[in-house]
């Protein structure tokens, strides 16, 4: 069965470093996420991407991330300057055909800034 | 603001029995209902998905949904020690996914 991996699956950096991390979403979807979720909190939309451009993104997306599609089919998050708060889950998510059909997840990078 | 709320719980029921999950949503233009199920550590699993008012079944998984209400739950019979978990419910008027902060539930054998 497809689907979505993420790599690293933990990522340790220290303050201030930039991190990129990898997500490959199943191979026929067109929309693809981030999200992440502070330890004991809840899962946090950041950004979505379709046709490879970014069609919505929260107020935490702000210009310390940035994502790309560099290839046909890995998708990034980096993060520029990380800061403690940074430190997460990530998860990387894929859709099929519209922004309303169900999203699959992938495993997740735990993000652990020093 | 878009809020889901849940009842974070811990639910405790004994193997066997029902379990009810419950979620209200704020934004009335929401289109899709989403119930996850997330071990610790874990990432969010899909249970199901539904869409238009009513009841739908999926084994031993059943969702409801009321767009008047701005509410939809999860029931879960014979439930099993494997069923413990943080149930999450998501919310989307479209492209992005809105999530409450999940219900623990344990199932006691």
């Known amino acids: 069965e497809p689907e979505v991996t993420q790599t690293p699956s933990h990522q340790v950096t220290q303050m201030g470093q930039e991190v990129i991390l990898r997500c490959v979403p199943i191979?026929?979807?067109?929309?693809f996420y981030w999200y992440r979720q502070i330890l004991g909190q809840k899962v946090e939309f950041l950004v979505s991407f379709y046709n490879n451009e970014i069609s919505e993104k929260s107020e935490i997306f702000d210009d310390q991330f940035s994502v790309e599609r560099p290839d046909g089919s890995n998708f990034t998050l980096k993060i520029r300057s990380t800061k403690l708060e940074d430190s997460a889950m990530y998860f990387c998510?894929?859709?099929?055909?519209?922004?309303?059909?169900?999203?699959?997840f992938g495993p997740g990078t735990r993000l652990t800034v020093l | 603001q878009k809020e889901v709320e849940q009842n974070s719980g811990p639910l405790s029921v004994p193997e066997g029995a029902i379990a009810s999950l419950n979620c209200t949503y704020s934004d009335r233009g929401s289109q899709s209902f989403f119930w996850y199920r997330q071990y610790s550590g874990k990432s969010p699993e899909l249970i199901m998905s539904i869409y238009s008012n009513g009841d739908k079944e999926d084994g031993r998984f059943t969702a409801q949904l009321n767009k008047a209400s701005q509410y939809v739950s999860l029931l879960i019979r014979d439930s099993q020690p494997s069923d413990s978990a943080t149930y999450l419910c998501?919310?989307?008027?479209?492209?992005?996914?809105?999530f409450g902060t999940g219900t623990s539930l344990t199932v006691i054998p």
């Open positions: 191979s026929n979807h067109l929309y």
């Open positions: 998510a894929s859709s099929e055909g519209t922004d309303t059909d169900t999203q699959y």
């Open positions: 998501a919310v989307t008027p479209g492209n992005q996914f809105y």
